[in-house]
C-alpha cells in the first residue's frame, strides 16, 4: 500500500474499534511508532489499511493535509536551522521581492549559485508550502469539522505560521538580529502547535479513552507544565545559538569571547528538562497503568516512550554539538549536529504538548461511540 508522504515520518499505526462493530480499523498520523502491536492486530491493520485507502471519513481531509503541513514543516525547521548555523540569513535580498523578483519565480540561475543562498530560498520556499497546505487544511476544516475547537486550532496554526512568516520577513528587510533571535525562537512553537493541530484533528483522538480522573488530571497538568519548561530551555539554546555566531573579538588579541552566561543558563535548563521529562513520563505511565481501555494503553505506552526517545536523542545532539564549538560553522559536523538538535527541541516539545492533549481526552468515562471511526 502507498501512504501519504507525509504520512512516512515519524508513523504512528493507530487502532480505532467501534463499540457497535468488531471491525478495526487504522490510520498514520505524526507520532510515536506502534510497531509492537502484536502480530494478530498487526496483519488486520495492514489489510484494513488497504481497504480504508479506498474511502474516508469527513474527517479525514483536515486531518491528511494537517499531516502534509506537519512534514513540511519538519523540512522547513531542518533548513531554519541550517541557514542559522551557517549564518545565510542574509543570503537573498529582500523578502517577497527577492532580488528583483517575486519569490516564487526566483531564477534557478540564482537560486543554486552557492550554499548560503539555496539554503535560505529553499528555506522560503518551503515556508511558502507550508502556509498553502495549512490554508486547504483550515478550508477542510471549516467544511468537513463542525467542531469549534477544531476549526480554532486550524485557524490558530495558519495564523501563526504567517506571523513567523512576517518575522522572519522583516528581520531580511531590516536585517535585524533581533528579529533573527525571535524568529528562532518561535519556530519550535509555532511548528508545536501545527504537531498539535494535527493530532485534534485525528479521528483516533476523537475517539477519546478510559483512566481515572486523577491519572487524567495529573497527566494534563505535568503535560502542560514541563512544556512550558521545555519551551523556556528551547529560548535559552537560541539565545546561546545566536550568542555564539555573533561573540565578540578582542581586537587586542584577537581571541573570540565565549557567552559563559549563556551557555551556563542553558546547560543548567538541560538538567531541569532532564528531571521534568521524567516526571512527565512517569504521569504518562500512571495514565496507561489506570485505564482499561487496551486501545488507549497502547498509544499512551507508545507516547511515553517517545518521551524518552525525544529527549535521549536532544540530550546526545546537545552534547555532540558542543564537541564542534571549536570548528567552522560551515563544517559538515557542526551543520548535521546543530540543526538536527533543533528538530528535536521541537519534537521534545511536541511530545510534552501531545501528552497534555491525551489526558484531556482521557477525562472522558467512556470512549464517544457515536464519533466515526478512523479512515
Avoid at 565578540?248 to 565565549?258: D, H
Wanted: hydrophobic fraction near 50%.
Amino acid at each position: 500500500m502507498t501512504t501519504p508522504w507525509g504520512a512516512r515520518l515519524l508513523p504512528l499505526l493507530i487502532l480505532d474499534r467501534s463499540e457497535h462493530s468488531q471491525d478495526v480499523r487504522s490510520e498514520f498520523v505524526f507520532l510515536p511508532t506502534a510497531t509492537h502491536l502484536g502480530p494478530e492486530v498487526g496483519k488486520i491493520a495492514a489489510l484494513m489499511s488497504e481497504t480504508n485507502s479506498l474511502g474516508s471519513t469527513p474527517h479525514a481531509l483536515p486531518f491528511r493535509l494537517a499531516q502534509g503541513a506537519l512534514g513540511a514543516t519538519m523540512v522547513l525547521l531542518l533548513f531554519g536551522g541550517l541557514v542559522t548555523t551557517i549564518g545565510a540569513g542574509m543570503a537573498v535580498a529582500g523578502w517577497i521581492d527577492a532580488e528583483g523578483h517575486f519569490l516564487p519565480l526566483f531564477p534557478f540561475a540564482k537560486w543554486f549559485r552557492d550554499i548560503p543562498t539555496f539554503a535560505e530560498h529553499t528555506h522560503r520556499m518551503v515556508g511558502v508550502v507550508v502556509g498553502l497546505l495549512l490554508i486547504a487544511m483550515v478550508i477542510a476544516t471549516f467544511v468537513k469539522d463542525c467542531r469549534l475547537s477544531a476549526r480554532a486550532f486550524a485557524i490558530a496554526a495558519l495564523l501563526a505560521t504567517v506571523g513567523q512568516g512576517v518575522v522572519g520577513g522583516t528581520r531580511v528587510l531590516e536585517n535585524s538580529q533581533n528579529l533573527a533571535f525571535l524568529h528562532g525562537a518561535l519556530a519550535q512553537a509555532v511548528f508545536c502547535l501545527i504537531w498539535c493541530t494535527t493530532l485534534f484533528l485525528m479521528p483516533s483522538y476523537q475517539r477519546g479513552g478510559t483512566s481515572t480522573p486523577a491519572a487524567a488530571s495529573r497527566l494534563i497538568s505535568v503535560g502542560s507544565t514541563v512544556t512550558v519548561i521545555i519551551y523556556g530551555q528551547i529560548i535559552l539554546g537560541a539565545w546561546f545559538r545566536h550568542s555564539i555566531r555573533h561573540a565578540t573579538t578582542m581586537p587586542s588579541t584577537g581571541e573570540t569571547v565565549f557567552p559563559m552566561g549563556a551557555f551556563i543558563a542553558h546547560a543548567m535548563g538541560a538538567v531541569i528538562v532532564a528531571g521534568a521529562v521524567l516526571v512527565l513520563a512517569k504521569s504518562v505511565r500512571v495514565a496507561w497503568e489506570s485505564s482499561t481501555d487496551e486501545i488507549m494503553r497502547r498509544i499512551l505506552q507508545r507516547q511515553e516512550k517517545w518521551l524518552h526517545l525525544c529527549f535521549g536523542m536532544q540530550f546526545l545532539l546537545g552534547l555532540g554539538s558542543l564537541s564542534t564549538l571549536g570548528l567552522e560553522r560551515t563544517a559538515i559536523p557542526v551543520v548535521i549536529l546543530t540543526t538536527l538538535h533543533v528538530l528535536f527541541g521541537a519534537l521534545t516539545l511536541s511530545a510534552a504538548a501531545g501528552s497534555s492533549l491525551w489526558g484531556r481526552r482521557l477525562e472522558v468515562e467512556k470512549p464517544d461511540s457515536s464519533l466515526p471511526s478512523a479512515a
